[in-house]
């Protein structure tokens, strides 16, 4: 006997074990720590359902309606489970389907492996049916993606993707021919040209050399009027977030993905940023001599102080998002954490400032003017009440879901986050049809954790109403009743009507743009789940209790006016001038624009009046 032959790796053991190609798969799956799968079948990855089916729930299927809701769950779970996320298709449409979810995990930079059948081998190059160029198709969006040629493949295949996956917080894909999955496995042969390959990742701890801590210091030392901007990537460092910016008095904005890194009850956080952003945030950002960004990603380098004007320290783990904004003094690369408390001890405590007051105070008053818009009269009810009205009832450690719509708007500003919630949506991507999946992975990830979701009416008919069916097929499951969809129906793609108006100066497209009232409440109570519908704003308080209380998942729709403009926080003198325009080009809403918030647009053209 050979000295290699007599010792059987656990690896070894495990394949052999293994009953065909998919039963092995499931396992190494297993083995990897995924417990749970979202998906849709298909013949053409049958082969692995049945392995499913015999691991007997080790891992969980969850079965979406759809797909692209199933990538959208898995991108959801990697952001609130903190793992890679798994959806599974079959071959051809299956597949292609599932492209916009594996998307919004890319561009948000979250892991994810999908897992897709593929024509069988003997068919390939066939034109055969459901048969596309898998590999070409994924090869944009995915850092790896390989077709499993032969079952001695697999184990290195798994292993790869998985890795990469999580890694470098990226997209894998694993084509299986619907021939291999049955085909019994057999492990890598020792022999040329065979990879034995192993399970594992443990994420290093990224910090920058003290040289560049030193130089980074010196930059944020040096400042006097210092503003620091947080992503997703500073979402485990809420600690140090707060440390350094009371060291340097600093004003703090929040970019989309990092609304939970800090809480909105401290004075000196300006919230979200940039065209769903707020009047403080972009003051922040003007008028700062030192900017330091963490951990985001943020696009918008016109809501970032104008190059030249301040000077600039970045700290992200992954560099090549580094003066990818701004063009930075010092670039960190490193973990939001582990860097910020290497970086404390060098950077001194500056004294009370007017810099810091003035923040204070703008915060203040920009929330003074977020009531009294929330509570504006509107026709019948004003979407930012919606928000508003959530805030001080929203439950501990709830986590929230929003689509992309005006109501990403209200998510964005109105709402205030304490510690301990999670929030997200698709951010980078900005994909509607997000918010439901989004939710439905959260409860699945934390089932003790109230679940709420803000969605428009163009999203929920997109694909969120079909995804009511998941949530009416699991709710029972879940420890935690508590699982809001709130619909804003205002019967408009009310977000591109503006952008049609401000952005284009043209009227509303009304072929485009106006959509169908649909009984969304009504839908819901005929799938199981309870209806409440609000079109008058006193009830919208008591509705949120309602729902709140509710024992079973409630669809809360609200009758909401299109005529409230989602507008950024300082409209250009362009932007207005558009807006005149569509005015005078004859605008299908003008009567209830003029009539109702549209003072809130001009409010915020000339800026520092207020309406
Ligand atoms: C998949 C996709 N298609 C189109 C868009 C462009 N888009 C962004 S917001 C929006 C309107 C959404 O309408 P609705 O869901 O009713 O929300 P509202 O803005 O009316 O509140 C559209 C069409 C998008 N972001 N994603
Ligand atoms: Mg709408």
């Known amino acids: 006997m050979l000295p290699f032959e007599s010792e059987i790796s656990k690896e070894a053991e495990h394949d052999v074990m293994a009953r065909n190609v998919s039963d092995f798969l499931v396992q190494r799956l297993y083995d990897w720590g995924v417990r749970r799968i979202f998906g849709y079948p298909g013949d053409g ?9 015999r691991a007997e729930g080790r891992i969980e299927f969850v079965q979406a309606r759809h797909e692209e809701m199933a990538a959208f769950m898995a991108s959801a779970h990697a952001k609130f489970a903190g ?17 916009t979810g594996l998307y919004d995990a890319r561009l948000d930079h979250v892991p994810v492996l999908a897992i897709t059948g593929q024509a069988p081998r003997t068919a390939r190059g066939g034109h055969f049916q459901q048969e596309m160029n898998l590999a070409r198709m994924f090869s944009d969006v995915a850092a790896f993606v390989q077709e499993a040629e032969a079952p001695s493949q697999v184990r290195l295949l798994v292993d790869r993707a998985l890795r990469i996956a999580k890694a470098d917080h990226a997209i894998a894909v694993l084509v299986l021919p619907k021939d291999l999955q049955d085909e019994d496995y057999a492990a890598p042969a020792r022999t040329h040209g065979s990879l034995p390959t192993g399970i594992g990742y443990a994420r290093p701890l990224v910090v920058p050399k003290t040289a560049d801590l030193q130089r980074a210091a010196e930059v944020l030392n040096a400042g006097s009027r210092v503003a620091i901007l947080v992503g997703a990537g500073a979402l485990q460092a809420t600690d140090e977030v707060i440390a350094i910016a009371d060291r340097l008095q600093a004003g703090v904005a929040k970019a989309l993905l990092g609304k939970a890194v800090l809480p909105d009850d401290l004075p ?18 003007m008028e700062c001599d030192t900017f330091l960004m963490i951990g985001s990603g943020f696009p918008y380098a016109e809501f970032l102080p104008k190059e030249g004007d301040a000077r600039g320290v970045q700290i992200d783990v992954d560099a090549s998002m580094l003066s990818l904004r701004f063009p930075m003094e010092v670039n960190l690369q490193g973990d939001s954490a582990a860097t910020l408390q290497a970086l404390l001890p060098l950077v001194e405590q500056k004294p009370a400032s007017s810099w810091r007051t003035r923040i204070e105070r703008n915060v203040a008053d920009w929330w003074k003017t977020l009531e009294e818009r929330a509570l504006a009269e509107a026709n019948p009810v004003n979407p930012q009440r919606i928000a508003w009205e959530l805030s001080p009832r929203l439950p501990e450690r709830v986590i929230v879901t929003s689509d992309s719509g005006s109501c990403a708007n209200w998510y964005a500003r109105d709402l205030k986050m304490r510690r301990g919630m999670m929030c997200s949506l698709s951010g980078g991507l900005a994909s509607m049809g997000a918010a439901v999946p989004y939710a439905i992975a959260a409860k699945f ?15 929920m008919q997109m694909n969120n109403m079909a995804e009511l069916i998941t949530v009416a097929k699991y709710w029972q499951r879940w420890s935690n009743r508590t699982w809001i969809c709130c619909v804003l129906n205002n019967e408009d793609l009310n977000q591109v009507t503006w952008e049609q108006r401000v952005m284009e100066g043209d009227p509303k ?55 409230v403009p ?5 409209i250009s003198l362009e932007q207005a001038k558009n807006f005149m325009s569509s005015m005078l080009h004859g605008d299908p809403d003008q009567a209830g624009m003029l009539m109702g918030t549209a003072r809130q647009v001009l409010s915020a053209i000339v800026p520092g009046r207020k309406e």
């Open 83 to 99: 793992e890679p996320g798994v959806c599974l298709a079959t071959s051809g449409p299956g597949a292609s389907h599932l492209i």
């Open 268 to 285: 000196w956080v300006t919230g979200s940023i940039g065209l769903l952003g707020t009047r403080p945030s972009y003051d922040l950002m």
């Open 445 to 459: 990830a934390h089932p003790d954790r109230p679940v709420i979701t803000l969605v428009g009416d163009g999203a």
């Open 509 to 563: 497209f009304v072929a485009t743009q106006r959509i169908p009232d649909v009984p969304y409440h009504r839908f819901a109570e005929s799938i199981g789940l309870k209806g409440i519908f609000v079109d008058d704003p006193k009830r919208m308080g008591p509705a949120w209790d309602e729902a709140l209380a509710a024992d079973r998942p409630v669809v809360l729709e609200v009758k909401t006016d299109p005529e």
């Open 45 to 53: 990855i049958n082969g692995v359902l049945g392995a499913l089916n």
């Open 566 to 570: 989602p507008l950024p926080p300082h």
